[in-house]
């Protein structure tokens, strides 16, 4: 998931929007799984990880791919 997490940064960093969207879903959909498992998910702290779910989503609506870069790497990635 984490590997993922950083192949979207870079990639939506350097703007391969298409690799980076790609690495974002696959990151979001380990995610969601990880966050079902009733043992994970008491360990993440789910209500502080929504708002910045909510902005990165925002943000790829928008085409901005600096602030789901942001996103991903200072808000959503340290609280995992």
Known sequence: MQDDLR???FCLRLGMEG???HHLATFLQKLSGHL?????AAATPL????P???A??????????????DLL???IRPLL
């Open 7 to 9: 192949k979207a940064v």
């Open 19 to 21: 690799a980076g969207n």
């Open 36 to 40: 079902a498992r009733p043992d994970i």
């Open 47 to 50: 209500p502080l990880l929504l």
């Open 52 to 54: 910045h779910i909510q």
């Open 56 to 69: 990165l989503v925002e943000a790829q609506e928008r085409g901005d791919y600096l602030r789901a870069a």
């Open 73 to 75: 790497e200072y808000e």
